[in-house]
């Protein structure tokens, strides 16, 4: 098992710029998260999803978008990129019957200049 | 709404000597504690849980916290220090048991080990 896998691991993008973060995992999770990590605020959920066809907003959704066709993957969405989103991103799986033990990838550190 | 706070941004001790790592939490219903760690340039893990079954819980690597309802409290602690300790320190809390677990992170503890 690979895990959760997130793609890619350093990104630095320009203001107004789009990109999509990729988030991967094979332990078959139903329920799938995104949060950002920047220094002294701990992590902050941004989207989340419970199931292929359904997400939902977290605490800090602005700027961001989700969708999950299949239960392996899903990918965060950056449509214009600002300053603000500089951040370490983590994604997170958990089982239906284990949704206490959440799974975090690598993450992924990304630049906005 | 639920929060952490967890006390002191670094903790500096010695090998071998008692790591505690403390962290308080603001919840109106019966909370689930975690304690999580993140080694340098990594994910975050599952150092140990309290979901209400018994107030000491063990973890992973030799640490433990115990839950205590009269101080809202969850602190952390390992008996001796080991230098492969050295990591950030995440409480997060959630409103389980059922269904997706919403985490609120507390704003993490750097720990430091010298020899």
């Known amino acids: 098992n690979a895990g959760v896998t997130q793609t890619p691991k350093f990104q630095v993008l320009k203001t107004g710029q789009s990109m999509t973060l990729q988030c991967a995992q094979d332990?078959?999770?139903?329920?799938m998260s995104w949060y950002r990590q920047d220094p002294g605020m701990g992590l902050r959920l941004i989207h989340y999803s419970v199931g292929a066809g359904i997400t939902d907003q977290g605490e800090v959704p602005n700027g961001y978008n989700v969708s999950r066709s299949t239960t392996e993957d899903f990918p965060l969405r950056l449509l214009s990129a600002a300053p603000s989103q500089t951040s370490v991103y983590f994604c997170?799986?958990?089982?239906?019957?284990?949704?206490?033990?959440?799974?975090f990838g690598p993450g992924t550190r990304l630049t906005v200049l | 709404a639920q929060s952490v706070t967890q006390l002191g941004s670094h903790v500096s001790v010695s090998e071998g000597a008692l790591v505690l790592l403390r962290c308080n939490y603001s919840?109106?219903?019966?909370?689930?504690l975690f304690w999580y760690v993140q080694y340098p340039n990594q994910g975050l893990q599952l150092l140990l849980k309290?979901?209400?079954?018994?107030?000491l819980v063990k973890g992973i690597n030799g640490f433990e916290a115990e839950f205590k309802k009269s101080e809202t409290s969850f602190h952390l602690t390992k008996p001796s220090a080991h230098m492969s300790d050295a990591a950030e320190y995440f409480c997060?809390?959630?409103?389980?048991?059922?269904?997706?677990?919403?985490?609120?992170f507390g704003t993490g503890t750097r720990l430091l080990v010298s020899p």
């Open positions: 997060a809390v959630s409103d389980g048991p059922t269904g997706f677990q919403k985490l609120v």
């Open positions: 919840s109106s219903v019966p909370p689930y």
């Open positions: 332990m078959n999770h139903e329920y």
């Open positions: 309290y979901t209400s079954a018994a107030t």
């Open positions: 997170a799986s958990s089982s239906l019957d284990r949704g206490d033990e959440q799974f």
